[in-house]
């Protein structure tokens, strides 16, 4: 009877020692929830881990407690404890987007973007579910898998007015290296417009420049025409810096067009051909016509540009066979984040004057360039540095000039464009005049101030601009000033 008695009493103490367990677990939870939600993270990871010891196989409570190991940053811990509950219980809600952001978090895309995947398949939690497409988008977006990235971020986009401009940057950019210059540009448009934060649609704007950039790298062709009347107050002849102290109004033609006849992502060859030609009211004789062509060849790897060009030129003037040239140039171009845009460029010509063959030269010349593209919506500024040393058949023609170089392009408004040119030189001769015998040196500055009008019709484009040019030399035959009014109407395609 004892026995019995002893063996009933420990029955009725194990069962309510059990519920007394089980309610010390389910209390500390609902502490810690309560604290989790009140956003003291230390209180509520020291809940989660009391009701752990309790029951330390619960899949909630590994869940819990892990949310809490991420929220204070530690996403190692919190990925422990996600796989361990994934392994008890994988369909948990909520889980898989838990598990999805460590692995995000450790840059791990191949696995985040899975459990992204399957938290969007579960859509247990709308904002959840959201944010699971945009990150899933990211994900794919960093595993250059932009087709698949795409989808996810106009899901995010379409359902989180908040994630709208982040969600079609991204999407531009998906675009742009599918090489949819369309869509990217659309998308990135809407963002450098719309979008409520600056740096955004600063961002966008770089975005939109490298896209019109690709797509005329990709363009198979290109015309170009542009067509005007000038004024000039002093009439340069042959040699060109001999002026005549005569005013005159002059038409110019500028036409060219070139065609890739290779057209690939790394490689383009292909052909060119330029006509320029001016015709005076009264002073023939300064009547000018240059026509040449190219042949290039353009390697592209990544963010570098090399270029080659053969060039074989002729110029006419007064109708008269006035020089012959041939053109060697290696281009060399950088592209540093869609902002910062250098070049070196090194031409080598052979100059074939048929009317004196003292003129006859080997011109060997470089230039050093450099883009600024900081707000190319705003504003595009440009330096350039050159030197150039001609060797000719008469030492009276041997020199160096070396010119500096600043161009300034100002999108004030868009329906004018502000184009500022400022540029100097210095032309050394090696050897003394035949005739002053002394060394000849020359100054000379050019200044241009031009507004550049889009019309109606796509492509066309008017032009007005000012120039002024001076040159001081130490022989004073060579001095000379003009001014000089253009208008022009542009045509590209």
């Known amino acids: 009877m004892g026995k019995k008695l002893i063996f009933v009493l420990f029955v009725i103490i194990a069962i309510f020692s059990g519920k007394a367990m089980a309610s ?12 989790l939600e009140e956003g003291d993270i230390t209180k509520a990871h020291l809940y989660f881990k009391k009701a752990l010891a ?86 794919y977006f960093n595993k250059k898998k932009y087709e698949k990235a795409i989808p996810h971020f106009l899901s995010a986009a379409e359902q989180a007015p908040s994630l709208k401009d982040t969600a079609f940057f991204y999407s531009g950019i998906c675009f742009y290296h599918q090489h949819d210059w369309t869509l990217s540009e659309s998308y990135l448009k809407q963002v450098k417009m719309h979008a409520q ?90 009547n000018l016509i240059n026509s040449n062509v190219m042949i290039y060849g353009i390697q592209q790897k990544k963010s570098f540009q090399l270029m080659t060009e053969l060039s074989p030129s002729y110029y006419w003037l007064d109708s008269d066979r006035f020089l012959g040239r041939l053109q060697l140039r290696l281009r060399m171009t950088w592209n540093i984040d869609n902002v910062i845009l250098p070049y070196i460029n090194y031409s080598y010509s052979y100059d074939n004057h048929f009317q004196d063959e003292n003129r006859d030269a080997n011109r060997n010349g470089i230039t050093l360039g450099l883009s600024f593209l900081f707000q190319p919506d705003l504003y595009k500024f440009q330096t350039i540095f050159s030197s150039e040393k001609i060797s000719s058949t008469h030492q009276d023609h041997n020199y160096e000039i070396s010119k500096a170089q600043f161009n300034l392009n100002v ?7 502000v184009k500022v040119t400022a540029r100097c030189g210095l032309r050394d001769h090696e050897h003394f005049d035949s005739i002053q015998h002394i060394k000849r040196k020359d100054k000379q500055y050019h200044a241009r101030l031009g507004f550049e009008i889009p019309l109606i019709y796509k492509g066309f484009s008017a032009d007005i601009n000012y120039q002024w040019s001076k040159n001081d030399s130490n022989i004073h035959t060579y001095d000379y000033r003009k001014n000089l009014i253009a208008v022009y109407l542009t045509v590209r395609q």
Not at 411 to 417: D, S, V
Request: charged content about 25%.
């Open 197 to 286: 934060q600056t740096p955004m649609r600063r961002r966008a704007s770089k975005w939109l420049q490298a896209v019109r950039m690709q797509r005329k790298h990709f363009k198979p062709f290109d015309l170009y025409c542009k067509m005007g009347v000038s004024y000039d107050d002093n009439v340069e002849l042959n040699p060109p810096e001999v002026d005549t102290d005569t005013d005159d109004l002059f038409n110019t033609v500028l036409i060219y067009g070139r065609y890739h006849l290779v057209n690939e992502q790394d490689l383009k060859l292909g052909i060119a051909y330029g006509h320029y030609q001016t015709t005076h009211l009264d002073t023939s004789e300064a």
């Open 24 to 35: 010390n677990e389910t209390i500390f939870f609902d502490l810690g929830v309560f604290a």
């Open 54 to 139: 309790f029951s330390p196989e619960d899949p909630k409570l590994l869940h819990y407690l892990g949310k809490t190991d991420m929220a204070e940053g530690r996403y190692d811990s919190a990925q422990k404890h996600f796989v361990s509950a994934w392994r008890l219980n994988p369909e948990l809600t909520g889980l898989a987007f838990d598990l999805a952001n460590t692995y995000f978090q450790q840059k791990a895309y191949d696995r985040s973007v899975q459990l992204f995947e399957k938290a969007i398949q579960q859509d247990t939690d709308a904002e959840q579910t959201v944010m699971a497409h945009f990150r899933a988008g990211i994900s």
């Open 411 to 417: 999108f004030a408004h868009p329906l004018c464009t």
